[in-house]
C-alpha cells in the first residue's frame, strides 16, 4: 500500500544542505506510522531491503566535486518512493564513499617524469605505468601500483582514473544528501528499524566502486553479502550508474539471485564530466544485467514492491 507523502516533504529543497531536525522529525514519524498502520519493521513477512549507493554531497549536490548531473532529480524521486513505501522497506542500507587526499586514485598519489601530478580525469594504463610516464609519487608504493592496474586489466575493470578530490573523511561532501538523511532517519523511527551504514574507499591502495569490495585486491565486505542475502528482495539505487551502482550491481548478481535484485533506473544517473561520458557504460551494463535476470524498474511503477 503506497502511503502518502508526509507535511515535512518539499521536493523543491533537494539540494539544500541543511541540518535535520532530527527530535521534530522522529515525533513526527512514530505519529505518522500511528497514523497510517505502519508497523514495526520486525513485523514483515516479505523482507525488502533498499541499498543506497553513495548518495552523498560530493556526487549529488551542484558543485561539489564529482557532481553527477542528474543526480538531484534522481533523490527527489527516490526520497518520494521511501516516503510511499514507508511500510514496504524493510531496511535502508546507505553506503558512504569514504576517502582521504592520499589514495591510489587522487592526483597526489601519482607523478609523471618531471615530477608533475596528472590533472582529474586522467586515465592510466598498464602501459603507462610499466614505462614510468606514470609512477607513484612514493617509490615504495611504485611494485603496487604496477601490479595492481595489471590486475585491473585482467579483471576487466575501469582503468585507473584519477579523480578530483571528493568523498573526504570529514568533509561536507562526504554527508548525505540532506533530503535523503532525512528520509533515511524518518523510515528509522516509523519503522523502528537500524540503518546499517556501510563504509566504503578506506584503503588507499585501491579503488573501490562496489559496495561489496575493491576493485582489485582487498576484501570482500561478507557482513554485508551476507545481509543483501538475507532480504527476499534488494532495491538498489544511488550514483553512479555507470561506476559505484554498476560494480556494486556486477558483485551483487553472484552473491543473490538475479530475480531477486530491483533496479530504480530513475534513481540513478552516470558519470558525465570535464569531457568523460560514461552514458553508453552504465546503459550497457544494466542491459547485461536485465539479461541476467534483474529487474530493471522505475520508483513510480506499480505492482512490483
Keep these: 500500500m503506497e502511503l502518502p507523502l508526509p507535511p515535512h516533504w518539499d521536493p523543491d529543497r533537494i539540494e539544500d544542505v541543511r541540518r535535520v531536525p532530527y527530535e521534530t522529525r522522529a515525533v513526527e514519524a512514530a505519529a505518522w506510522a500511528d497514523r497510517h498502520g505502519v508497523v514495526p519493521a520486525r513485523s514483515d513477512t516479505r523482507r525488502v531491503g533498499l541499498l543506497l549507493v553513495d548518495c552523498q554531497n560530493t556526487f549529488c549536490t551542484p ?171 534488494v532495491v538498489i539505487a544511488g550514483q553512479a550508474k555507470s561506476h559505484c551502482v554498476a560494480w556494486t550491481v556486477e558483485d551483487l548478481v553472484d552473491v543473490v539471485p538475479a530475480d531477486r535484485l530491483y533496479l530504480l533506473e530513475d534513481c540513478t544517473s552516470p558519470v558525465v564530466a570535464s569531457g568523460v561520458d560514461f552514458t553508453a557504460q552504465a546503459t550497457e551494463a544494466f542491459a547485461r544485467f536485465a539479461a541476467r535476470g534483474v529487474h530493471v524498474v522505475r520508483s513510480t511503477e506499480d505492482g512490483w514492491l
Excluded at 67 to 74: E, K
Excluded at 120 to 127: F, M, N
Excluded at 133 to 152: K, M, N, T
Aim: proline share 6%; hydrophobic share 40%.
Design 63 to 233: 558543485g561539489f566535486e564529482l557532481f553527477v548531473p542528474g543526480a538531484p532529480d534522481d533523490n527527489r524521486r527516490l526520497c518520494e518512493f521511501v516516503y510511499r513505501h514507508l511500510g514496504s522497506i524493510t531496511q535502508i542500507i546507505p553506503t558512504l564513499d569514504t576517502h582521504t587526499a592520499m589514495q591510489v586514485f587522487h592526483a597526489a598519489w601519482l607523478v609523471d617524469a618531471a615530477g608533475k601530478h596528472p590533472p582529474p580525469y586522467t586515465v592510466i594504463s598498464t602501459y603507462e605505468v610499466e614505462r614510468g610516464i606514470w609512477r607513484a609519487s612514493d617509490p615504495g608504493e611504485q611494485r603496487h601500483l604496477e601490479l595492481y592496474v595489471r590486475e585491473l586489466a585482467e579483471r576487466g575493470r575501469y582503468r585507473l582514473t584519477v579523480w578530483p578530490y571528493h568523498s573526504m573523511l570529514g568533509g561536507i561532501g562526504h554527508a548525505l544528501v540532506s533530503a535523503v538523511e532525512e528520509a533515511v532517519f524518518f523510515h528509522s523511527i516509523a519503522r523502528r528499524t537500524l540503518t546499517p551504514f556501510q563504509v566504503k574507499g578506506e584503503d588507499p591502495r585501491v579503488e573501490h566502486y562496489s559496495a561489496l569490495g575493491p576493485e582489485a585486491g582487498g576484501r570482500r565486505n561478507e557482513a554485508l553479502v551476507e545481509l543483501l542475502a538475507s532480504f527476499d528482495a
